[in-house]
């Protein structure tokens, strides 16, 4: 099956930093998401992003489908963002989403 | 309701014993997927219901495990003769198109085997 691989592992942030978080995919993908899993286990949706670039408030994330791999950028950091974020993908002959193992994220104040 | 509900949020039982869990998806959702979360990993794959029908159980780890969805709305994952190696939370996720639209979590059901 496709193989996801998230980095960095683990991440410390000052309030107020920017960071980029990593996923990279084994296969061609039909669907990508990315997620925040706050400190209760909710996982929170932040993008649907097979392709292409969006954006919501401090947050963004780019795909490139071509080169496999995706890109979450969270800008000013706040310390609500502190948490796991996963990425995950279905591959073109899946049918099912397959998890990065996560990036956790400490924003400290 | 507006999102995926799970019930019961917490669950502690003796090792042996049989389990229910159960998952409401968001009204009109026609896909359903079950997933497993131990403490410290992702969220690893079950079984997914496209209507009533299981379209892929590969996911699940023994004949212990079972899922039913009879009329494409609620499903109940069953685990039978639990063991304290199925201890994790248990996750359901509603889509409105399949496998490749967007999946909505809902909140878990956390299950302690003792």
């Known amino acids: 099956g496709i193989q996801v691989e998230q980095s960095p592992p683990d991440l410390i942030l000052q309030e107020g930093a920017n960071s980029t978080l990593r996923c990279n995919f084994s296969?061609?993908?039909?669907?990508l998401q990315w997620f925040h899993q706050n400190p209760w286990g909710q996982l929170i949706n932040l993008f649907y992003i097979p392709s292409g670039t969006k954006q919501n408030g401090r947050l963004s994330a780019t795909t490139v489908a071509t080169e496999r791999y995706s890109l979450l950028y969270i800008s000013s950091s706040q310390t609500t963002d502190s948490g796991v974020y996963f990425c995950?993908?279905?591959?073109?002959?899946?049918?099912?989403?397959?998890f990065g193992g996560g990036t956790r994220v400490l924003v400290k104040p | 309701g507006a999102g995926v509900s799970q019930t019961p949020s917490n669950k502690v039982t003796e090792k042996g014993k049989y389990v229910e869990l159960r998952c409401d998806p968001i009204s009109g959702h026609t896909a359903l997927y079950w997933y497993r979360q131990s403490l410290g990993q992702g969220p690893e794959f079950l079984i997914y219901?496209?209507?009533?029908?299981?379209?892929?159980d590969s996911g699940l780890p023994n004949d212990r495990f079972f899922a039913v969805r009879p009329e494409g709305s609620v499903s109940t994952l069953k685990i039978q003769r639990t063991e304290r190696g199925d201890s994790a939370v248990y996750l359901c996720a509603s889509s409105r198109s399949g496998v490749n639209g967007e999946l909505f979590f809902g909140e878990g059901s956390r299950l302690t085997v003792l």
């Open positions: 296969d061609s993908v039909n669907n």
């Open positions: 219901f496209q209507g009533t029908g299981a379209a892929d």
């Open positions: 995950a993908v279905n591959g073109a002959a899946g049918n099912k989403l397959t």
